[in-house]
């Protein structure tokens, strides 16, 4: 029978991407090193073929040749980790966290990514080489494959304005057919979330809340740093913009459309900062997106000497002074890569 060996892996940036204080008891080394230990065993232990599937990714463009990495991102982490692995070690590389797509050769192993949301499958069909391992003469890496329960007959399952109709999808000629016990046991939990999902709120905005640059009134993000300013004292916010994750459209509001603006279940923090801490908050967000991140009783100042803050007031800062700034707690712990500016900050309760 085929042996096959699985070595699992995680992106090293993963405290910085998640919250903090969920992943406080673990380390996220580099894989490489013990991606090759683990692979030794494996095969030591019979392993025809070793896939390696790692919460980390990649990205290229053009998909058409699965020899031509032109249209790829070369420095992403997957393909930064397989270069530094001896030819061999593993055959088969499954990425994600990026949301984009390969399905590429790359320093010998068949590496590929399915987009996001599940809405694509990846498929290699693997054949081993005489001499072990896998064979990329006679192994075959598919375009991600649209995946649904049901397609139009156009073919694809993606938003249509006008169809002839739907039709069962099929994957490799066979058709899929929907598991009624899972069905069964999902339907009342979905029929749940759908309820939640559709409740009005009893709001009715008057117009849309972007996140684009428009006005005060309109701009989504600024409104939610004010709010979040309301439960200090100094009546000071900084949000990051990846944050704020959707608009909200004029007209009444439901559940699922507030939820989907901040879909991660965060909190508000509140931090205690220096001056200068301030700046370099603003700046760390800033070199992030390229962009001013939403504030509250503050303004982001840029000129030829670099980013400064100062209070909107157009009160001097205290020297010395530690000031009360509310953000996201996904922030405050040290996501998205804030643990040198917070070390020395004070996290109020």
């Given at each position: 029978?085929?042996?096959?060996?699985?070595?699992?892996?995680?992106?090293?940036?993963?405290?910085?991407?998640?919250?903090?204080?969920?992943v406080v008891s673990?380390?996220?080394?580099?894989?490489?090193?013990?991606?090759?230990?683990?692979?030794?065993?494996?095969?030591?232990?019979?392993?025809?073929?070793?896939?390696?599937?790692?919460h980390m990714g990649?990205?290229?463009?053009?998909?058409?040749?699965?020899?031509?990495?032109?249209?790829?991102?070369?420095?992403?982490?997957?393909?930064?980790?397989?270069?530094?692995?001896?030819?061999?070690?593993?055959?088969?590389?499954?990425?994600?966290?990026?949301?984009?797509?390969?399905?590429?050769?790359?320093?010998?192993?068949?590496?590929?990514?399915?987009?996001?949301?599940?809405?694509?499958?990846?498929?290699?069909?693997?054949?081993?080489?005489?001499?072990?391992?896998?064979?990329?003469?006679?192994?075959?890496?598919?375009?991600?494959?649209?995946?649904?329960?049901?397609?139009?007959?156009?073919?694809?399952?993606?938003?249509?304005?006008?169809?002839?109709?739907?039709?069962?999808?099929?994957?490799?000629?066979?058709?899929?057919?929907?598991?009624?016990?899972?069905?069964?046991?999902?339907?009342?939990?979905?029929?749940?979330?759908?309820?939640?999902?559709?409740?009005?709120?009893?709001?009715?905005?008057?117009?849309?809340?972007?996140?684009?640059?428009?006005?005060?009134?309109?701009?989504?993000?600024?409104?939610?740093?004010?709010?979040?300013?309301?439960?200090?004292?100094?009546?000071?916010?900084?949000?990051?913009?990846?944050?704020?994750?959707?608009?909200?459209?004029?007209?009444?509001?439901?559940?699922?459309?507030?939820?989907?603006?901040?879909?991660?279940?965060?909190?508000?923090?509140?931090?205690?900062?220096?001056?200068?801490?301030?700046?370099?908050?603003?700046?760390?967000?800033?070199?992030?997106?390229?962009?001013?991140?939403?504030?509250?009783?503050?303004?982001?100042?840029?000129?030829?000497?670099?980013?400064?803050?100062?209070?909107?007031?157009?009160?001097r800062w205290s020297?010395?002074?530690?000031?009360?700034?509310?953000?996201?707690?996904?922030?405050?712990?040290?996501?998205?890569?804030?643990?040198?500016?917070?070390?020395?900050?004070?996290?109020?309760?």
């Amino acid at each position: 029978p085929l042996i096959i060996g699985l070595i699992g892996g995680l992106s090293t940036a993963t405290t910085e991407t998640i919250k903090a204080q969920n992943v406080v008891s673990l380390r996220f080394p580099d894989p490489a090193p013990i991606i090759v230990d683990e692979a030794k065993k494996l095969r030591a232990a019979g392993a025809d073929l070793i896939v390696y599937v790692a919460h980390m990714g990649a990205g290229c463009t053009d998909l058409s040749d699965p020899h031509d990495l032109s249209s790829c991102k070369l420095d992403s982490e997957m393909f930064d980790v397989l270069k530094r692995l001896p030819k061999g070690t593993v055959d088969i590389a499954a990425g994600g966290h990026t949301h984009q797509y390969v399905g590429h050769w790359f320093n010998g192993i068949a590496t590929v990514e399915a987009g996001a949301r599940a809405r694509s499958l990846a498929r290699v069909d693997a054949c081993v080489a005489e001499e072990g391992g896998i064979s990329i003469e006679r192994s075959r890496i598919h375009q991600p494959i649209e995946i649904c329960g049901t397609q139009w007959l156009e073919g694809g399952c993606g938003k249509r304005d006008t169809s002839r109709g739907t039709q069962a999808s099929s994957y490799a000629d066979v058709t899929i057919r929907p598991n009624s016990a899972v069905l069964n046991a999902a339907k009342p939990h979905l029929a749940a979330v759908e309820d939640l999902k559709n409740s009005d709120l009893e709001v009715e905005l008057p117009f849309d809340l972007v996140r684009g640059d428009v006005p005060l009134e309109r701009n989504l993000g600024l409104l939610i740093a004010q709010g979040m300013a309301r439960t200090t004292s100094s009546g000071l916010a900084i949000h990051n913009r990846g944050g704020v994750r959707a608009n909200l459209e004029a007209g009444s509001v439901s559940f699922d459309e507030v939820f989907m603006v901040s879909p991660f279940g965060n909190t508000v923090a509140h931090l205690k900062l220096t001056p200068q801490e301030i700046d370099r908050f603003v700046e760390l967000l800033y070199k992030r997106r390229s962009e001013i991140p939403y504030l509250a009783g503050l303004v982001a100042i840029k000129d030829s000497k670099g980013l400064s803050v100062a209070l909107e007031s157009g009160e001097r800062w205290s020297a010395g002074q530690r000031y009360v700034i509310a953000t996201s707690d996904f922030v405050a712990y040290g996501g998205d890569g804030f643990t040198p500016i917070l070390e020395s900050a004070g996290v109020a309760n």
